[in-house]
């Protein structure tokens, strides 16, 4: 057994002091330290999508990205969308809205990797959005509602 590596994280603006193994995963480190369970382990090597959160705002694959890089970053999970007091992001009301999934295993990743989507100006057309969230996997396969979801998540973000 390797000793553990101490290290700080920052996830949803709040600070972790963490003892892991130097070879922990963000995804792992997310669900198994933190107890944040809301970003989903599908494939665990970089093919499905379910694990995407964001660090310093840009999307990443948290089953690819070890832990031990991320220090003085910021990472941004599902929980950490929705505002203090429970009103949900525009993006996570957008999909209830339009029923933008079905089982729900991939939604998390698909609402993190569509928030980016939007503020990297990647959802300007159907065409763009579905290019641009080509790397979320949904198994149910309700991509229709989900660009319907992401157009109206788009509206409503660049009014706030
Ligand atoms: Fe990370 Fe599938 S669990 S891409």
Redesign the pocket.
């Known amino acids: 057994l390797r000793a553990p590596y101490a290290t700080t994280i920052d996830v949803n603006g709040q600070r972790y002091h963490l003892a892991i193994d130097v070879r922990t995963t963000l995804?792992d480190a997310l669900r198994d330290h933190i107890g944040l369970t809301g970003s989903?382990?599908?494939?665990?090597?970089?093919?499905?999508?379910?694990?995407t959160v964001m660090v310093n705002g840009r999307r990443v694959?948290?089953?690819?990205t070890l832990v031990a890089t991320l220090e003085g970053r910021n990472v941004t999970t599902i929980e950490g969308l929705s505002q203090a007091d429970g009103t949900l992001h525009p993006m996570q009301q957008a999909f209830i809205d339009h029923d933008a999934f079905q089982c729900g295993y991939c939604t998390p990743g698909q609402i993190v990797s569509a928030v980016a989507c939007v503020k990297e100006g990647h959802a300007e057309t159907d065409a763009d959005i579905r290019e641009y969230m080509s790397g979320n996997l949904c198994r149910c396969a309700a991509y229709p509602n989900i660009v319907d979801a992401i157009k109206q998540a788009k509206t409503k973000m660049k009014e706030a």
């Open positions: 995804l989903k382990k599908g494939c665990d090597h970089g093919q499905c999508g379910a694990c694959l948290s089953c690819l």
